[in-house]
């Protein structure tokens, strides 16, 4: 959502969880093989430039993207402080670097938006040529991550609560071990605060990436007016058109049973401690 916010500012355009392109998109074995478009990922003419740009002659497209997945298990979340310290070699960083580039290309824009999730990508492009990061580590509640990973969806997995701490406390970490490189560029937001003020937040986020004065997409009273987009995968909420009000998802507090609420703020206690979650007991 906060991608596709940004989207609404002239330059910017939101990839969505680009990583999955190739899986998702050209192999089709993924989560999502449709584009924010509505249109197949292979088939959206924006997706399309730039899969032909980034494809090496002699490859076919599935053999590529067969390829793109084998070199992306290099670059996993457990592989960030490795990825961080090392300059970038191998075939992912130059597909990514790749990829980025045949973006701009196709749509002129100033600033991609890549929220793909992955902190091991996020430690990469520091190291790819013509690439300037800024970074936004947007951090949930765990306890709401938990009871979203609960509930089935038709667009990602389901995860049990043991799970779904592990994972936050991983990505969390992986996260700020990437801030902690690049403080100057590194944002930490709570998404509790974007959607209690997404205005002030945006506005955060829009100075982050060199557009202090652009015209802010939130209006005063939190409502959006969102157009269409490409994004690759992630949350249905990227298919909402028109006028839209940014809410938080409070289903948690009352959704999640009274021992999973436990088990996680045991688990997470640090964390949760750090991100100012405790005063929300
Ligand atoms: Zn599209």
Redesign the pocket.
Known sequence: MLGNVLAETPGVFHAGELRFLWLNGVLGTGSNGR???G?DLAA?P??SDVLNAVRPAGRTPAEHAADVVSWQATCRTRHTWRVRNRPAVGRWPETLAATYHAIAAATGARVVVDSSKYASDAALIAHLDGVRPAYVHLVRDPRGVAWSWLRPKDYTGRRGVLNSNWHWIGFNLAAEAVGRAHPETYLRMRYEDLTHDPRAAVARVLELIGSPGAVNPVAADGAVELGDN?TVTGNPNRFARGPTVIREDLGWRSGLPRDKRMLTTVMTFPLLQRYGYLRDM
Do not use: K, R, V
């Open positions: 584009c924010g478009c249109a959206c924006l997706w490409h």
